[in-house]
């Protein structure tokens, strides 16, 4: 079982759509959750993260963390075209080693329409 | 403010030839840093990470090595290239003494290897 899973879509939704994007993990000990954005042959850029359980609010994105389900999940509000581009989950936590590690999904694709 | 650069932006290589990527870091002092290799479809793959000038932690063993020679330099090498060398390599850095959860990524380099 892979520590972390992402659907890479891709995802194609119109313009002005609430876009959700999800992802699974295994490890418990994960307590860290962020989100990356990647623009087509750019590097990621960190959107948000979020510590333990709970939501967090920016502007039009909210990240969603529930620990009991090893599922987190980011919203976008008011989807606009140029929110297209693919949405990497990522989370940390201390590794089997006890050293702390970084674990990237896979990504998912979206394409906002206009 | 912090900025990343990584050059080449793009190369072709052929198999057996050497490889030299460079990344550097401005703006912050002993950074942590991180060589990240993403194949298409798939989820950045740690390399290497180092904590500090000569300190280099391999991830996964294969035919590539990693130098830190400067505080904010990390060079990426291999002495004969592969064709499943090819990716997009990406740089990161993060907080010293913090959890890596916060990476900020370099723009990457593309690698064929035909």
């Known amino acids: 079982q892979k520590e972390v899973e992402q659907d890479p879509g891709p995802l194609s939704v119109p313009e002005g759509a609430i876009v959700s994007l999800n992802c699974t993990y295994s490890?418990?000990?994960?307590?860290?959750f962020m989100w990356y954005r990647q623009y087509s042959r750019k590097g990621p850029e960190l959107l948000m993260y979020?510590?333990?359980?709970g939501n967090k609010e920016d502007g039009r994105f909210t990240a969603q963390v529930d620990k009991s389900s090893k599922y987190i999940s980011l919203f976008i509000r008011d989807s606009q075209p140029s929110d297209s581009a693919t949405y990497l989950c990522?989370?940390?936590?201390?590794?089997?080693?006890?050293?702390?590690?970084?674990?990237f999904g896979a990504g998912t694709r979206l394409f906002v329409k206009a | 403010s912090q900025t990343i650069h990584q050059w080449p932006a793009t190369l072709v290589q052929p198999v057996g030839s050497p490889l030299s990527l460079e990344c550097t870091v401005e703006?912050?002092?002993?950074?942590?840093l991180y060589w990240y290799r993403q194949a298409a479809g798939r989820g950045l793959q740690l390399l290497f990470y180092?904590?500090?000038?000569?300190?280099i932690s391999s991830e996964v063993p294969q035919n590539l090595s990693a130098s830190r020679p400067q505080d904010r330099q990390f060079i990426l090498s291999s002495k004969k290239l592969l064709l499943s060398d090819s990716g997009f390599y990406l740089c990161?850095?993060?907080?010293?003494?913090?959890?890596?959860?916060?990476?900020?990524f370099g723009p990457g380099t593309r690698l064929t290897v035909t």
């Open positions: 990161a850095w993060s907080t010293t003494g913090a959890p890596s959860y916060e990476q900020y």
């Open positions: 180092s904590v500090g000038i000569g300190q």
């Open positions: 703006g912050t002092s002993n950074p942590n």
């Open positions: 490890n418990s000990a994960f307590q860290y």
């Open positions: 990522a989370m940390s936590g201390r590794g089997v080693t006890g050293g702390f590690k970084t674990i």
């Open positions: 979020t510590y333990s359980s």
